[in-house]
């Protein structure tokens, strides 16, 4: 019987045992699992780099501007899941127990781990001053649009371009203009220098005139200052901080001065909620996205198309069983969408197999490119020009519609693309100087051990191009070309090899099934062959003892 166990050990056992493994990668409450995922095992950063505009007197006259990498900077990324609401002490996190899904509000807090971000200073966009004049752009020439185009050069810093340093860039520096319509706090005076929009003097302005300063925000050494971001060290419970005391919105007042950074609302600040698919019902559909910002429709797109839909993996966890034949459909928050990504080739990391995903070559292509290998029909819902809104070719997507408030019905004037314009139509490379589009440097990709499901590498890489538009109405934009694509950041997320501690669970999760049933069957067979042979033995010893006490008797 014990033998007979062994045998259906060894034959049943590995598949008996990977069932239950792949059953406990569900997020289930209190799940080992949930924990690993809320403190993932290796630790995320965010790599990047601006690119210096060396000549922005030249382009504002219609030269062809001519840009610097500068960088890396690289951030440590903690994303907090469950962060405490300060009012109920409850965790920004809930299963719906009457469902398949899990709900969660994100948290980042980014450490600056290497790079001189606050000494390092670069010229680029001012977008603040871009967005204003994105927002009038479109009225007739008239006294509304004259006394708008006034406030946004009279407040701030009035001007397309400004040298500010990366980590005011990132994280916040002085500018009044994205404040002017905030009120300002009790105690806080008008900004010194305030020009009054009212006043009947002329305001004229010379060729040069954009670099004059405009408030006593810039130093003497004409750069723009900035705060420095002060963060609980990582050490510290980030669950249950004070965050009212730490979290910003993009622009607001700190000191009665106005403080704006592309990013300082992403740091810190409770993100849009998320739901997901726990996978305990399902494991196949584990990690696929319900809902963002409590709706199935991202409001963005075109009305009822497939772009507009909530749906594809949240990249924090994805499911088992990776077909490498089947696409795969990642949501990108900060890309307002969502990307396919295809099978590229195998990968190796800390000796586990992995299969690389990428997006394909058009995954960024324009329905109207002419070109069968770049045109994508499917991105058709990314074009909102019926609402306004540009349409570019093929490799940068315009960004507008998705920042898009009851204040700016236009949006930012930003685009994405790959780094360097890879993969993106030759005419946004030829437009400027200093790209350099490399695939191993620039491309997106996934690596996903395929069994168990694991990131074992992930990097979303991405750009931010300014919209830069000529304006024949404005003196200072009307000299620029007619529509340029200007980048000034790019950066990578994630990570690119896993934590000697992820290996080695992944490691085990795939051998265990093997390594324990074999061990297992082989101590039954042996335990079952000793009692075998203990039983023949003592077989044998009787047979042998009961014809001689038998002879002993009869004598």
Partial sequence: MVIILGLLVLTMGPSFLSSMILKSLALSPDSARLASWLVPPVQAHMTAYAFNLTNPEEVMKGGKPVLQEVGPFVYKAVT??????????????????????????????????????????????NIPFLTGLSSIRKLDEGMTKSLKSKVIMTTGFGKPFI????????????????????????????????????????????EDDWKRKKRSVEDEDGKQESNPVILPTPDVDLRSLNFSLIEKKKGGFVDCKCEWGLFRDRNV????????????????????????????????????SSCDK???????????????????????????????????????HSGLESYRFIPPHNALGSHTDQ??????????CFCQQSKG?????????????????????HGAPIALSFPHFYQADQSYLDAVEGMKPNKTLHQF????????????????????????????????????????????LWAQDGFSEPSSPMASAI???????????????????????????????????????????EEFAMS
């Fill in 80 to 125: 907090v899941k469950d962060s405490l609401d300060m009012d109920t002490g409850d965790p920004n996190l809930k299963f719906d127990s009457m469902g398949s899904s899990i709900t969660y509000r994100p948290r980042k807090f980014y450490y600056l781990v290497s790079g001189s971000a606050d000494t390092t200073y670069i010229t680029v966009p």
């Fill in 163 to 206: 040298n500010v340093s990366f980590s005011g860039l990132l994280w916040g520096y002085n500018d009044e203009l994205p404040c002017f319509s905030l009120a300002r706090p009790d105690g806080c005076p008008s900004p010194e220098g305030e020009i009054d929009i009212f006043a009947d003097e002329d305001d004229e302005w010379g």
């Fill in 269 to 304: 600040t409770l993100r849009k909620s998320v739901t997901i698919n726990h996978g305990m019902a399902n494991l196949s559909m584990k990690g696929r996205l319900k809902k963002f910002n409590n709706s199935t429709i991202l409001g963005w797109w075109e009305e009822g």
């Fill in 310 to 348: 909530v749906g594809g993996q949240d990249g924090g966890t994805l499911p088992p069983v990776v077909d490498r034949f089947k696409e795969m459909e990642l949501f990108v928050s900060l890309m307002c969408r969502k990307i396919n990504l295809q099978f590229e080739k195998m990968t190796t």
């Fill in 371 to 380: 070109d069968p290998n770049t045109q994508n029909l499917a991105n058709s």
């Fill in 389 to 409: 809104f540009s349409c570019f070719k093929s490799g940068v997507l315009n960004l507008e519609p998705c920042k898009t408030t009851p204040e700016l019905p």
């Fill in 445 to 488: 990709y996934l690596d996903i051990e395929p069994t168990l499901g694991f990131p074992l590498a992930i990097r979303p890489r991405f750009q931010l191009n300014a919209i830069i538009r000529r304006d024949p109405h404005i003196e200072i934009m009307r000299n620029f070309s007619e529509e340029l694509v200007l980048p000034f």
């Fill in 507 to 549: 490691q085990f999760g795939l051998a265990a099934p093997r390594q324990l049933t074999l061990l297992g069957g082989l101590v039954l067979l042996v335990l079952g062959g000793g009692m075998v042979l203990v039983a023949a033995v003592w077989w044998c010893f009787w047979a042998r003892v009961k014809p001689t006490n």
